[in-house]
């Protein structure tokens, strides 16, 4: 069974059609590099007025994702390590980056953050994503 990776905007993430979802864009500035700011609402919380780490880990696992979809490499996460090191609060804008580590063959190494408005890291993530052929 070959693995299709097919983009239908219904991403809880940055489809631009789910209006369910978070609906991000990303800036794809450098190569290896992308960026986006998000402010999360209480629809996000877990506990009151903090962000659920579930979510926090989904955005900082798209951020690695969709770079390696932007740089050609259409992928998908195989591993995953994520580190939540403060709570993110409701209401509270964080900068999300993702950086392309290294490719070996077809798995793509990448690392992410998110970062609150002084640039202090509120938490931070690992993945391997195997890359699918196009």
């Known amino acids: 069974m070959t693995l299709r ?8 993430v940055c489809g631009s ?14 190569e290896g590099h992308l960026r986006t700011t998000v402010v999360f609402d209480k629809s996000h919380q877990g506990f009151k007025d903090m962000v ?3 979510v926090v880990a989904m955005v900082l696992d798209e951020m690695m994702v969709n770079l390696a ?12 390590k994520v580190r939540l090191k403060k709570p993110i609060r409701v209401g509270e804008k964080v900068c999300f980056e ?10 793509v190494y990448a690392s992410s953050t998110a970062k609150n408005l002084d640039g202090e890291i509120l ?11 196009k």
């Not at 990776?5 to 809880?12: A, P, Q, R, S, V």
């Not at 059609?17 to 450098?30: A, M, V």
């Not at 993702?98 to 798995?107: A, F, N, Q, S, V």
Request: hydrophobic share 35%; net charge positive; glycine share 8%.
């Open 123 to 133: 938490a931070s993530a690992w993945a391997a994503c195997l890359c699918v052929d």
């Open 52 to 54: 659920h780490g579930g």
């Open 69 to 80: 979809w932007k740089e050609g490499m259409p992928a998908v996460t195989a591993e995953l």
């Open 98 to 107: 993702g950086t392309i580590e290294k490719r070996l063959r077809k798995i």
């Open 5 to 12: 990776l097919e983009d239908d905007k219904m991403c809880y």
């Open 17 to 30: 059609k789910n209006e369910k979802g978070l609906r991000l864009s990303f800036e794809h500035s450098k």
